[in-house]
């Protein structure tokens, strides 16, 4: 039976990719955000109803009433809903709902999620499979959505371990790309983290298969402590998919696979870096899984050219190359400058947007061992997401630290002022890095629409 879901915060990533799935199996959708974007504009096309603004007037129809973690108590649609018992579902246990009718093949962990899903996807949908998939972040090169309803039986998704709602799923594939000090905010320590994942892994089909990076000590620990399938992969042949004979170049990489028979073959890929390995290696375990062919397995990497603002260039203009990434974690933070570091740029240039004031408090230190990768520093306000502002951990508490390793390569700028200090400063050679999960992304463009402008006018 058709139901009318409502969804708050309808332009997320994660909400807007519910809402297409919604759509597409003949539900009747409408949502509520604070502001229009491209997502938004996509779902009205496919036929949702979408409000500007949370008001209690936008729930009265609906059936079932879709919320996130970003979303408040105090939300008046949210208040609404629960005063005219309209029964009220959080996001993932909606999605929960949709993948645990199919053969699930769920992409867990702290980083590398959504570029796993995204290559486990292109590789189902390659292999003639049809899968449905649900997707944290938008395929470079692809259609608009990032969800996608398909007819064969498998559904692969990215499933959110921030708030513990990937214990609604019941995986019969599952990969873990790694666990971290993350979310320390609702876990609370590393003792609630680990009891997450072990919870997480036990609900793993009897008949199926955990996938996890051997490369994680604490993971790889945490999985041979359970009576689960697991295969595990890695960068050494103490994993039973790993990676040898390693190549880098830019954007390329290349690597010889080899599984516990022999080698597999050798595989080419076109995104940066040592972790998006890791990320192809997690893809081809899957594969292997489900007998699906070397050569679909090597045709899809090697046109797998990446997600939305992971790496993601925006543009080169006089030598000087731009970069947008989501990385806001230490951990991704330094991997990210890594993967910057094999273009051999005459200065790496990163600008920094902190994101939560509580992942500031707990990673301070770490973010300052990160970020000093960097050969200049950029830092400007935290992003606060749906934190309150908090005392004692804030932009000034991180600059003053990163201040003591980094010296006056180390630079605070308000959002509005770092354009203009860029257009100053870069030189032909650099390469400019946007970081953070924020807002930080839309300097980037503007930075190569003034970098361009610059150009063509020296050339009138």
Known sequence: MKKHYHLIGIGGIGMGTLASLLLDQGHSVSGSDLKDNELILGLRKKGATVTIGHHTSNVKDADYVVYSSAVRVNNPELMESESRNIPVLQRAQVLAQLVNQQTAITIAGAHGKTTTTSMVSSLLINAGLKPTTAIGGTINNSVA?????????????????????????????????????????????????????????????????????????KLLELARRQKVNTVTYGMSDQQEVYAARIVTDGFQSSFSCYTLKGKLGDFELNVPGRHNILNALACISVGLQLGISYEVMNKTLKNFT???????????????????????????????????????????????????????????????????????????????????????????????????????????????????????????????????????????????????????????
């Open 145 to 217: 959505y990032n969800a996608n309803l398909g007819a064969g039986k498998y559904f692969v998704a990215e499933v959110d371990e921030s708030d513990g709602t990937f214990l609604y799923f019941n995986p019969h594939y599952s990969i873990i790309t790694n666990m971290d000090f993350e979310h320390v905010d609702f876990y609370k320590n590393w003792e609630g983290i680990t009891e997450a994942y072990a919870k997480f892994i036990a609900r793993t089909h009897k008949d199926g298969c955990l996938i996890v990076c051997g490369e994680d000590k």
């Open 306 to 460: 990446g997600v939305k603002r992971r790496f993601q260039l925006k543009g080169r203009v006089n030598e000087v190359m731009v970069i947008d990434d989501y990385g806001h974690h230490p951990t991704e933070i330094a991997a990210t400058l890594n993967a910057a570091r094999l273009f051999a740029p005459k200065r790496l240039i990163t600008v920094f947007q902190p994101h939560r004031y509580s992942r500031t408090k707990f990673l301070l230190n770490e973010f300052v061992g990160s970020l000093g990768l960097s050969d200049e520093l950029i830092l400007t306000d935290i992003y606060a997401a749906s934190e309150k502002v908090s005392e004692g951990v804030g932009v000034k508490v991180l600059f003053a630290e990163l201040q003591k390793t980094l010296g006056p390569r180390a630079t605070f700028l308000k959002k509005e002022n770092i354009i203009k200090y860029l257009q100053d400063h870069v030189q032909p050679g650099d390469m400019v890095l946007f970081l953070g999960a924020g807002d930080i992304y839309h300097l980037s463009d503007e930075l190569v629409g003034t970098l361009s402008c610059a150009v063509n006018h020296m050339g009138q």
